[in-house]
């Protein structure tokens, strides 16, 4: 074989080899997303279960052209009646503070610590009350929406989620304070406006003392 026809069969040898590290190294690309979904449910006892459904759908592109993935896989969990997480006191003062604008604290005829949280001095259309006995066992918590009865003349603290109602009247005290009657005992409290940030940090720390208490 001539030197010239050796270069040309060298060439073409070295053109193929090209060809197949260019087809060799096509470049290949992937791509994926996840997607959680949780959902919570409460039976006529109490108890709390979860769902959590987790979808990872992947596409990937190389040598073999484009191809799918999809995964999906569920977790289940039940939390008995009276095991539920309780918010944080931090989350309650947040939420509670976001609420309301001011209120008041005070002692009433009986002994008992009257606590009064409301969104709006007139009228009061949200408020929230909390009572604890002089003895200190025994506290009551109220939260909700606030309507006038007109029959009788006062206003009523409704607790959607308790079913329950407190019938309350208000009074101009002296100085800082008010005077507030409740039509359900007949009992009243002398209140002193407080400072909306410190009365309810004092709510949320008595509350939460007194429910690590009783646990």
Known sequence: MKKTEKMKVLALLLAACVVLMLTGCEVSSSSSSTTTVTTSTTDADGN???NTTTTEVGASVGTDGVSTTN????????TPAGE???????????????RY???????SKDGDTIYFAYDNPNPITKAALMIVSEDGQHLSSYEGEVYRDDDNDCSVLYD????????????DGEGDTYIMHFLGD???AVMTMTDLDSLIDEMVAVYKDFMDNAA
């Open 48 to 50: 709390t279960t979860t």
């Open 71 to 78: 995964q999906t896989t569920t977790e289940t969990t039940t």
């Open 101 to 107: 604008v001011g209120g008041g604290k005070g002692t």
């Open 160 to 171: 959607e989620d308790m079913d329950a109602k407190t019938p309350f009247t208000i009074e």
């Open 186 to 188: 007949g009992d009243e």
């Open 84 to 98: 539920a997480s309780s918010p944080s006191a931090d989350d309650l003062k947040a939420a509670l503070k976001g």
